[in-house]
């Protein structure tokens, strides 16, 4: 079933005072929500449409003022990856729309940025990463901001060092299955992205633009093209996802499951940059004729 998430007739599946990702499982309605909350925030700033607002707005106020607690398991990556399109539903809401945050501020401090200082690996770091940089736009934390900002940069486990080979732009989940590797990719790339909206025009060019690199040599592998693999390049604790891997995994191996990764990558460096992007544009085309993003339940 297609998930119509901008629709103004959607019902929210939350909000609850405790939310679980793990046995206790419900965070699935927050994510559903917080994606509606991002979509009708767009289709209010592209159409003042007052429904949009309103929509937009209920769900904001609904998770901002009854969420006490987050538990379980993976918390980091959850309020990384789902908190971030809440935090950006809130911004366009706020200072394009009028919106009073009320108590939103204080719970996406105190639930949602300090669940990501503990920055994970790999995938996971990018992940991180990206949800704080964005909570510390939104909070005007600076300390926040850079704190994630020199993790990008430098940390061996979760920033683009420790994420992509700077000879080849291996991933350093290249063998443990396609999912992980390219997805990271798109985290990386957002994250980018935010910094950029922060005016680092360098945020996708820094190390020799070696997320380039990596979105080239994931797109090449993924098009079913063969590509050269250091089995002594991998993700920190590899051994937890039964890693290191002699050599790069079929598991999930393809374009279409992850295409915004593709959109990004390629408007950032072949339409904005004017750089070779040979696989990447291959990469693009490919999940465009398969029918772009979608989410389906």
């Excluded at 707005?57 to 969420?67: E, F, P, Q, R």
């Excluded at 538990?71 to 959850?78: P, V």
């Excluded at 994420?163 to 350093?172: I, L, M, V």
Aim: net charge negative; hydrophobic share 40%.
């Amino acid at each position: 079933m297609l998930i119509i998430f901008h629709c103004t007739q959607y019902q929210m599946k939350g909000p609850h005072p405790v939310l679980c990702r793990g046995a206790c499982s419900n965070y699935t309605s927050f994510s559903y929500d917080a994606r509606a909350a991002w979509q009708n925030a767009l289709m209010w700033y592209i159409t003042r449409n007052q429904s949009h607002w309103d929509r937009a707005t209920t769900i904001l106020d609904a998770w901002g003022s009854n969420l006490t607690d987050i538990i379980g398991t993976d918390t980091a990556l959850l309020v990384s990856l789902d908190g971030d399109l809440l935090v950006n539903a809130a911004e366009i809401m706020r200072w394009e729309g009028g919106w009073d945050d009320g108590s939103f501020s204080n719970q996406l401090y105190w639930l949602f940025a300090r669940q990501s200082i503990i920055i994970g690996h790999a995938n996971y770091g990018l992940a991180t990463i990206k949800g704080l940089l964005s909570f510390a736009v939104y909070l005007d934390d600076v300390s926040m901001y850079n704190y994630a900002l020199a993790a990008y940069q430098h940390d061996p486990c979760a920033g683009l060092p420790g994420n992509y080979d700077r000879t080849t732009g291996q991933g350093s989940e290249t063998g443990r299955d396609q999912g992980h590797a390219v997805t990271s990719l798109g985290w990386a790339a957002e994250a980018a992205r935010v910094m950029q909206s922060q005016g680092w025009q360098e945020s996708y060019t820094i190390l020799d633009a070696l997320l380039l690199k990596g979105g080239e040599y994931a797109a090449k592998y993924n098009l079913g093209y063969d590509v050269p693999y250091d089995r002594s390049f991998y993700r920190c604790e590899a051994i937890l996802v039964k890693g290191p891997w002699a050599q790069p995994s079929e598991i999930k191996r393809g374009i279409a499951g992850n295409p915004k990764v593709w959109d990004i990558l390629y408007y950032q460096y072949n339409v904005k940059r004017g750089l070779d992007t040979p696989y990447i544009a291959q990469a693009k085309a490919s999940a465009d004729a398969a029918g772009g993003e979608q989410y389906r339940e």
